[in-house]
């Protein structure tokens, strides 16, 4: 059963041992760990077998992009915050 981690869910994945050394050495060429590039593979498999995956693609993209702008605001917020209490010293 997946686990919540932020805005993705984790999950485990077993792989048998000759295949994941196939997947081990093919990212490395690319320079990306081997969980970026399984996850892109699980995308990519996804987009062939489900016509539902580009409206779960775009939703993804719009938490992402929410999730960046509620953090920046936050910051920012801080900032202000902090530079008032200074202010007041």
Not at 41 to 67: I, M, P, T
Not at 71 to 84: C, I, L
């Amino acid at each position: 059963m997946p686990l919540n981690h932020g805005n993705k869910f984790y999950c485990q994945l077993l792989i048998d041992p000759n295949r994941y050394k196939l997947a081990e050495n093919l990212p490395s060429q690319d320079g990306k760990k081997v969980t970026a590039y399984l996850r892109e593979l699980v995308y990519a498999g996804l987009a062939l077998r489900s016509s539902e995956y580009e409206s779960a693609k775009e939703a993804d993209e719009a938490a992402w992009r929410e999730s960046v702008k509620r953090r920046v605001e936050g910051r920012m917020r801080s900032r202000q915050e902090g530079s008032v209490l200074k202010g007041d010293a």
